[in-house]
């Protein structure tokens, strides 16, 4: 079973930048659809970016040209690169490692706060 597991985040003032990494183990990682989702207090978890195995990069337009979904096949890991935070990016961030067509397995979920 594939185990994923989350970190970074954190508390950050706006305007500033965080990074998250998201890493697995497992021999076909290099297969993998992986993705980004958000959670805020009383809302719907929400998609943030994916990155497919040949890095075709895609971003809800909330994000798009602030966040950055990269992944590294060599240490298993990919990673969401956030900088101009706003309050509104505040949420409980989720990495899931899945296929084309669905979701897989869930990272354990990692705080960010954006706050002055």
């Known amino acids: 079973q594939v185990q994923v597991v989350q970190s970074g985040g954190g508390l950050v003032q706006p305007g500033g930048s965080l990074r998250l990494s998201c890493a697995t183990s497992?021999?076909?990682?290099?297969?993998?659809?992986m993705r980004w989702y958000r959670q805020a207090p009383g809302k719907q978890r929400e998609w943030v970016a994916s990155?497919?195995?040949?890095?075709?990069?895609t971003y809800s337009d909330s994000v798009k040209d602030r966040f950055a979904i990269s992944r590294d096949n060599a240490k298993l890991t990919f990673y969401l690169q956030m900088i101009s935070l706003k309050p509104e990016d505040t949420a409980m961030y989720y990495c899931?490692?899945?296929?084309?067509?669905?979701?897989?397995?869930w990272g354990q979920g990692t705080q960010v706060t954006v706050s002055s």
């Open positions: 899931n490692l899945g296929s084309l067509a669905s979701n897989g397995a």
């Open positions: 497992g021999s076909i990682f290099s297969q993998y659809v």
């Open positions: 990155i497919t195995h040949n890095n075709r990069a």
